[in-house]
């Protein structure tokens, strides 16, 4: 706690949590490089008391074409050097964050997808423009027996107004928030959209999305204020429970 300020480490109270997005696996996005940084994020992980991760790679059409076998295999051989290296206890499971684009098509149709937990899927959408098939894909998904995680819905700048991101969750979109989204990280305006919807208890799942060991030094020093505790801890206990921790 920051006495003076009233403001607490957001890292003070994620203990006992698995982190449900975050890039961990090696040389196989835009996460870690090799297999040494991503022993680095692990110990991170550690140290702040998360007792495991699920690893969600991208999956996105013409940049990275990872399949679930190349996740999984990936995944089998990162949780390998992770025991030999003293983290037989650190719950490492694989799943994918898939970006509804021209490919989720094709991965519709095979029903190729790696979930959260038990039927949840975690989709994103382009950083730059909509999804032109967004309400499309949603739909397909759930008629394929999914039901879709949407990542970060704090940060797409195109859904600036509440209502938009409130319209998707009530098409079915379960909503995650990133941890920096609390910070000023990705700027003023995704954080005043995550404590919006912090604070109405909008967000069912809470992730790091860290692909670097800068994220970490980010959330190390990421506080808010006393104010945000009750929304934030409720948030946290939420996660806990829908990932059946």
Same mark, same amino acid.
């Given at each position: 706690m920051l006495f003076f300020t009233k403001k607490y480490f957001i890292a003070d109270m994620l203990t006992g949590l698995i982190d449900m997005h975050c890039h961990i696996l090696?040389?196989?996005? /835009?996460? #870690? @490089?090799?297999?040494?940084? #991503?022993?680095?994020?692990?110990?991170?992980?550690?140290?702040?008391?998360?007792?495991?991760l699920i690893a969600t790679p991208h999956i996105m059409d013409g940049f990275y074409d990872n399949t679930a076998?190349?996740?999984?295999?990936? $995944?089998?051989?990162?949780?390998?050097?992770?025991?030999e290296n003293g983290y037989e206890d650190f719950s490492i499971s694989t799943a994918a964050e898939y970006m509804m684009d021209g490919g989720f098509d @094709?991965?519709?149709?095979?029903?190729?997808?790696?979930?959260? &937990?038990?039927?949840? &899927?975690? &989709?994103?959408? $382009?950083?730059?423009?909509? $999804?032109?098939?967004?309400?499309?894909?949603?739909?397909?998904?759930?008629? @394929?027996?999914?039901?879709?995680?949407?990542?970060?819905?704090e940060?797409?700048?195109y859904l600036s107004n509440i209502s938009k991101i409130l319209d998707l969750k @009530?098409?079915?979109?379960?909503?995650?928030?990133?941890?920096? $989204?609390?910070? /000023?990280?990705?700027?003023?305006? &995704?954080?005043?959209? #995550?404590?919006?919807?912090?604070?109405?208890?909008?967000?069912?799942?809470?992730?790091? /999305?860290?692909?670097h060991l800068g994220h970490f030094d980010s959330l190390k020093r990421l506080t808010i204020p006393k104010k945000l505790l009750p929304y934030f801890e409720a948030l946290v206990e939420r996660t806990k429970e829908n990932l059946l921790i």
């Open positions: 090696p040389n196989i996005d /835009d996460g #870690a @490089k090799d297999n040494a940084m #991503a022993l680095e994020m692990l110990k991170q992980y550690a140290e702040i008391g998360y007792a495991g076998t190349q996740i999984i295999e990936t $995944s089998n051989k990162f949780q390998l050097s992770a025991r @094709k991965l519709l149709v095979r029903k190729e997808f790696l979930p959260i &937990v038990g039927n949840q &899927v975690l &989709v994103e959408m $382009s950083f730059l423009q909509p $999804s032109l098939k967004v309400y499309e894909h949603i739909f397909q998904l759930q008629q @394929k027996g999914f039901e879709p995680i949407l990542a970060h819905p940060r797409y700048t @009530k098409k079915g979109c379960y909503l995650q928030m990133n941890l920096l $989204s609390l910070g /000023d990280h990705y700027g003023s305006h &995704v954080k005043k959209m #995550a404590i919006s919807l912090l604070e109405n208890g909008h967000y069912e799942f809470l992730g790091t /999305d860290a692909h």
